[in-house]
C-alpha cells in the first residue's frame, strides 16, 4: 500500500506565498510523474502542475510564472511553491503520484487526502 500526505495548506493574503508539500510512503519502487490538483464546489479537479521523473514540468496557465513545483527524489516528496497568491487560487489541493508498487507488481495512481488553501483578506 502506498500513501500520500500532504501539508502547508492555510490561509494568506491575496499577494501572499503558501508552500505545500506531499511526501509518499509505503511499498514504493519507483515513482513516475508527481503532480498538484485542486478542485473548488461544484467544479472539476484541474491540474495545476507536474513534474516528470526526469525533471520536466507542466503548469496551468493560470499559475505560470506564479507557482514552482519541485521534486524531492531521494524522500519521494514533491512541493509546491505558491507566489502571489490570489483569491481565485483558494481551492483544495491535491497531490497525486504514478508509483510502482513493489508488492502488488504494477503502477497505481496514488492520490493525497487534500489540504485546504485559503486566499482572502
Known amino acids: 500500500q502506498v500513501q500520500l500526505v500532504e501539508s502547508g495548506g492555510g490561509l494568506v493574503q491575496p499577494g501572499g506565498s503558501l508552500r505545500l508539500s506531499c511526501a509518499a510512503s509505503?511499498?514504493?519502487?519507483?515513482?513516475?510523474?508527481m503532480g498538484w490538483y485542486r478542485q473548488t464546489p461544484g467544479k472539476q479537479r484541474e491540474l495545476v502542475a507536474a513534474?516528470?521523473?526526469?525533471?520536466?514540468?507542466h503548469y496551468a496557465d493560470s499559475v505560470k510564472g506564479r507557482f514552482t513545483i519541485s521534486r524531492d527524489a531521494a524522500d519521494d516528496a514533491v512541493n509546491l511553491q505558491m507566489n502571489s497568491l490570489k483569491p481565485e487560487d483558494t481551492a483544495v489541493y491535491y497531490c497525486?503520484?504514478?508509483?510502482?508498487?513493489?508488492?502488488?507488481?504494477?503502477?497505481?495512481?496514488?492520490w493525497g487526502q487534500g489540504t485546504l488553501v485559503t486566499v482572502s483578506s
Open positions: 497525486k503520484a504514478d508509483v510502482y508498487s513493489d508488492s502488488e507488481f504494477r503502477y497505481l495512481e496514488v
Open positions: 509505503g511499498s514504493i519502487f519507483s515513482i513516475k510523474t
Open positions: 513534474i516528470t521523473g526526469g525533471g520536466s514540468t
